[in-house]
T-cell receptor, first 114, second 115 residues
Framework: DQQVKQNSPSLSVQEGRISILNCDYT??????FLWYKKYPAEGPTFLIS?????DKNEDGRFTVFLNKSAKHLSLHIVPSQPGDSAVYFC?????????????FGQGTELSVKP | GAGVSQSPRYKVAKRGQDVALRCDPI?????LFWYQQALGQGPEFLTY????????KSGLPSDRFFAERPEGSVSTLKIQRTQQEDSAVYLC?????????????FGPGTRLTVL
């Protein structure tokens, strides 16, 4: 069963506009959530995280929102830039996970058009 | 280089061959993870080490998969009698401590193709 889901395989946005990437999860034991960014032929790179005690975390152009009741999180990128074009993975970690093994979604490929 | 490195970057194996994939974590990093990423999917957890101790191997898909980290630094993932379904990118990640929220730094991966 897919515990972390990213239902949009791809997203195309104009440069300067907002990109919103969505993620849903099913396991109520998840309490720490992350977004990773991946360029082709490279490993995923950590972008931003949020603990379940918060509902928002911001870092520059990137903001992650967490809605625990809906088991939903989203990543907002404002303003979007062509260099943001990559695959974005949502990941979660839960209580009891030794060392913090991550459960990933399938990824959303973001394309930012100049 | 200060990052996680993996070798080889690409590996082609004939079905039934054994392969060994190497991961060099960031120097001094305590924890090391292996993930498998199939085409079009997100990474899936395979196994986790804290120093030389393998604390979680619940994600290893079969007894053909074996991982070790004998001196608490370099790790090797071995796959015996490879099958076509083993074709994937194998990612290694390390963290500085053993904390659950420590940032995982990923290597570039090894792309394994089994013919």
């Amino acid at each position: 069963d897919q515990q972390v889901k990213q239902n949009s395989p791809s997203l195309s946005v104009q440069e300067g506009r907002i990109s919103i990437l969505n993620c849903d999860y099913t396991n109520s034991m998840f309490d720490y959530f992350l977004w990773y960014k991946k360029y082709p032929a490279e490993g995923p790179t950590f972008l931003i995280s949020i603990s379940s005690i918060k509902d928002k975390n911001e870092d520059g152009r990137f903001t992650v929102f967490l809605n625990k009741s809906a088991k939903h999180l989203s990543l907002h990128i404002v303003p979007s830039q062509p260099g943001d074009s990559a695959v974005y993975f949502c990941a979660a970690s839960g209580v009891g996970n030794q060392g913090g093994k991550l459960i990933f979604g399938q990824g959303t490929e973001l394309s930012v058009k100049p | 280089g200060a990052g996680v490195s993996q070798s080889p970057r690409y590996k082609v194996a004939k079905r039934g061959q054994d392969v060994a994939l190497r991961c060099d974590p960031i120097s001094g990093h305590v924890s090391l993870f292996w993930y498998q990423q199939a085409l079009g999917q997100g990474p899936e957890f395979l196994t986790y080490f804290q120093n030389e101790a393998q604390l979680d191997k619940s994600g290893l898909p079969s007894d053909r998969f074996f991982a070790e980290r004998p001196e608490g630094s370099v790790s090797t993932l071995k796959i015996q009698r490879t099958q076509q379904e083993d074709s994937a990118v194998y990612l290694c990640a390390s963290t500085s401590g053993g904390g659950r929220t420590d940032t995982q730094y990923f290597g570039p991966g090894t792309r394994l193709t089994v013919l």
